[in-house]
């Protein structure tokens, strides 16, 4: 059974870090491309980052650059997510998913439609 589970999620101060991580089992993540979504209270799902198979070149959302990155480990089936100098605009669920049709990263992969396989979302949280 394909399995998504996402870690790491906390509470963390403003300008502080976390490192998500999103771990497959039951598949192989070595020819998907990856991405992170997150959706706050009463907000659309917003996608964070995307990560090709290939040779992991990545994208991120404006409102994340210079502060996140994500990366891949195919032997660890394992997809991270590395927040610094979080915000309180940074407060959601964050999920991630899978695009199980492509190895490279969509053009619309930032609207969550194409991807196939979602996890459960793990929570973060920024306050002082």
């Known amino acids: 059974q394909r399995q998504f589970v996402e870690s790491g999620g906390g509470l963390v101060q403003p300008g502080g870090s976390l490192r998500l991580s999103c771990a497959a089992s039951?598949?192989?993540?070595?020819?998907?491309?990856i991405g992170w979504f997150r959706q706050a209270p009463g907000k659309e799902r917003e996608g964070v980052s995307c990560?090709?198979?290939?040779?992991?070149?990545?994208y991120y959302a404006d409102s994340v650059k210079g502060r996140f990155t994500i990366s891949r480990d195919n032997a660890e089936r394992t997809v991270y997510l590395q927040m610094n100098s979080l915000k309180l605009e940074d407060i959601a669920v964050y999920y991630c998913?899978?695009?199980?049709?492509?190895?490279?990263?969509?053009?619309?992969?930032?609207?969550?439609?194409?991807?196939?396989?979602w996890g459960k979302g793990t929570l973060v949280t920024v306050s002082s």
């Open positions: 039951g598949f192989t993540l070595d020819y998907y491309a």
């Open positions: 990560i090709e198979s290939v040779d992991g070149t990545s």
């Open positions: 998913a899978a695009d199980l049709r492509r190895y490279y990263c969509s053009d619309y992969w930032s609207t969550g439609n194409v991807m196939d396989y």
